[in-house]
């Protein structure tokens, strides 16, 4: 069930990415970026992506104008990374919309103890999913 549950999820955000004309890794980076924005040094060490990778990844959200990039006021020498939050409204927004209403019909069916039983599972699964990554990585 885990891996076809995996597949899917992969599968669904692998199409919502095509739908934009994005490639999965710039999506997906896109949709960590919170409104504050981020560096890209931060970005590298959420992902794991070089700063090479992350720097080429930018650019091409840029282009798309997905993103853009803002001197910090106080160090000039710092570059946040913020997202174009109206540009992703509208380019992706809407695809969401029946994702949201569907998944929406799946939560209204448990009782609030239920629901934190199935959020106790998946932030105890996205732990084992960064130590195992953790792992693989010093390998």
């Known amino acids: 069930m885990g891996q076809e549950f995996s597949l899917n999820l992969i599968m669904f955000h692998q199409t919502m990415a095509e739908k934009v004309g994005l490639n999965l890794t710039d999506y997906k980076v896109l949709g960590i970026i919170p409104s504050e924005g981020l560096t890209a040094g931060q970005i590298a060490s ?20 997905f993103v853009y990039r803002e001197r ?4 000039r020498r710092k570059v946040n990374v913020k997202a174009n939050f109206e540009k992703i409204a509208s380019e992706i927004g809407p695809y969401f919309q029946s ?3 569907e998944m929406g019909k ?3 069916d448990y009782s609030p103890e239920e629901f934190n039983i199935i959020n106790d599972y998946m932030r105890k699964s996205i732990e084992v999913f960064k130590l195992e990554m953790k792992k693989l990585k010093e390998k």
């Open 46 to 65: 959420i992902t794991g992506l070089s700063t090479g990778m992350v720097t080429t990844v930018l650019d091409r959200l840029e282009k798309k104008d």
């Open 72 to 75: 910090d006021g106080s160090d």
């Open 99 to 101: 994702f949201g209403k």
């Open 106 to 108: 799946i939560t209204s």
